[in-house]
Nanobody, 115 residues
Framework: QVQLVESGGGLVQPGGSLRLSCAASGSIFSISAMGWYRQGPGKQRELVAVITSGGTSNSANAVKGRFTISRDNAKNTVYLQMNSLKPEDTAVYYC?????????WGQGTQVTVSS
């Protein structure tokens, strides 16, 4: 089992920045990748960014150049640095961890981009 605790969401104006954190505990040795999904109002959940245990990362076209995913292995924590935020980035952001093909999820954190 893997437990994930997210933090860092909130309200920000367009053009602003936020950093989300996701701390993993439990069977962390089994995690092959971690990342972030989001689900906006009336939308399906979509992948935002992912980073493997080896450090390879990828992100959705909608956030490329604005969002950066990183990890601190010593802290078992993954970060999502979000810059140049747009109203369409408004969503609940969910952290996930892939362990032997099973996805474990965090509770979600709300990000609202509005003036």
């Amino acid at each position: 089992q893997v437990q994930l605790v997210e933090s860092g969401g909130g309200l920000v104006q367009p053009g602003g920045s936020l950093r989300l954190s996701c701390a993993a505990s439990g069977s962390i040795f089994s995690i092959s990748a971690m990342g972030w999904y989001r689900q906006g109002p009336g939308k399906q959940r979509e992948l935002v960014a992912v980073i493997t245990s080896g450090g390879t990362s990828n992100s959705a076209n909608a956030v490329k150049g604005r969002f950066t995913i990183s990890r601190d292995n010593a802290k078992n924590t993954v970060y999502l640095q979000m810059n140049s935020l747009k109203p369409e980035d408004t969503a609940v952001y969910y952290c996930y961890a892939d362990s032997h093909g099973v996805h474990f999820w965090g509770q979600g954190t709300q990000v609202t981009v509005s003036s």
